[in-house]
């Protein structure tokens, strides 16, 4: 992916429209030259809809068959987005006439609260936390409610900060549950839960139900953390939720207690902002500079070591060693934006603590989660 491919959708990795991102957009878009390769990128990094949104929202022309592929991905999700919606109020309908407290959390919530559509935000599937004390009862109304929703059976199922998937298809399309009782799973060391959740919630409507989700505190570092799993690609549209939430929550985000709580996500809205500009407002509560973004090595680069690539399929030393390479030196703009590095620290706190430090921890817990597998050395959580 070329440097002008990674700008392009850096700017439209954003819910909210502005006029300076129309203006660097248009001179952008005069500089792309392989537009057959951009809904390929866009599906990949979960963003078709939100760029086919800027750009007619904009006026902006690019290549007709583009737009008809942009057009599809967006009419296609905006459908499926409209079976998850009337299924998440159903769902917490359901749940609070039972008395169980339910919190909407990662894509369900962000969909409805960041974006201007929640077709704009694609999601695999509906995430909500529960009270480990009510798991059960909420497994049992899922299933009245025609959910296929296994329990869990294996050693690695109940190691899980989730239930196993409940699956129901409504209208030819299927929406996938994740039911929670902790936020995170065992790689990630946070055992945020309904007992430990910043009060008051945030509250949005669905459908005119009212849903909790995280306070935007939490929610910030619901969405920021995830970024970590060396096991998942980085998906552009997880910057645009943190985009979207700094810009469209800036007057309800407690900025300090960000900063006290939460350094790393404060340190890394300066990679964020390298690669999609962030509005005035939002620089000035993080002391940046708005128009002056920090001038990093590979922006946009994700990260290719192991797991994203195992090392059993490879068969040169070559490979193998270039493999080690991509595992122990990740890139600077990835490096910072999953650490929370801020520029005037050096890189090599990343390269020789941080980084190692995250590696091992992961190594060692898909040892103690889950079975070798062919891809990798261990099975790890989806």
């Avoid at 306070?215 to 552009?236: D, F, S, T």
């Amino acid at each position: 992916m070329s440097a002008h491919h990674y700008s392009l959708f850096g700017l439209i990795c954003s819910p909210q429209l502005s006029e300076q991102r129309a203006h660097l957009l248009s001179d952008k878009m005069a500089q792309v030259s392989e537009w057959a390769m951009v809904p390929r990128m866009a599906a990949r990094q979960q963003v078709g809809p939100l760029f086919y949104w800027h750009l007619k929202a904009y006026g902006l022309a690019y290549p007709q068959p583009i737009r008809r592929a942009m057009a599809a991905m967006y009419a296609r999700q905006k459908s499926v987005a409209a079976v998850q919606a009337e299924t998440l109020a159903e769902i917490i309908k359901t749940f609070a006439d039972a008395g169980v407290e339910a919190v909407v959390i990662k894509g369900g919530a962000v969909a409805h609260i960041v974006y201007a559509e929640p077709g704009l935000r694609p999601m695999e599937d509906l995430d909500i936390l529960v009270n480990p004390l009510q798991a059960n009862i909420a497994h049992a109304l899922l299933l009245e409610l025609g959910f296929h929703a296994p329990l869990p059976t294996s050693r690695y199922d109940l190691l899980q900060h989730h239930l196993p998937l409940a699956q129901r298809t409504r209208e030819d399309i299927t929406v996938n549950v994740e039911l929670h009782t902790t936020a995170f799973n065992l790689l990630m060391q946070d055992k945020l839960a309904m007992a430990n959740l910043l009060r008051p919630l945030h509250a949005y409507t669905v459908l005119g139900q009212t849903v909790q989700s995280l306070n935007p505190v939490q929610m910030l570092w619901m969405q920021y953390l995830g970024l970590r799993k060396l096991a998942e690609p980085l998906r552009y549209i997880h910057l645009a939720d943190l985009v979207g939430m700094a810009e469209r929550l800036v007057n309800d985000i407690d900025w300090p207690r960000l900063h006290h709580d939460y350094p790393d996500i404060w340190n890394a809205y300066e990679a964020i902002h390298a690669f999609s500009p962030l509005n005035s407002t939002v620089c000035e509560r993080l002391g940046l500079q708005p128009d002056a973004p920090s001038k990093l090595a590979c922006i946009g680069d994700d990260y290719q070591g192991w797991p994203r690539q195992g090392f059993s399929h490879l068969q040169s030393g070559r490979d193998k060693r270039r493999l080690m390479r991509q595992s122990l030196c990740p890139p600077e703009w990835w490096a910072r934006l999953v650490y929370g590095v801020r520029t005037p620290r050096s890189m090599m706190r990343i390269l020789f603590y941080h980084h190692p430090a995250n590696f091992f921890q992961q190594g060692v817990r898909r040892l103690y989660l889950g079975p070798v597998n062919s891809l990798g050395f261990f099975k790890g959580p989806t």
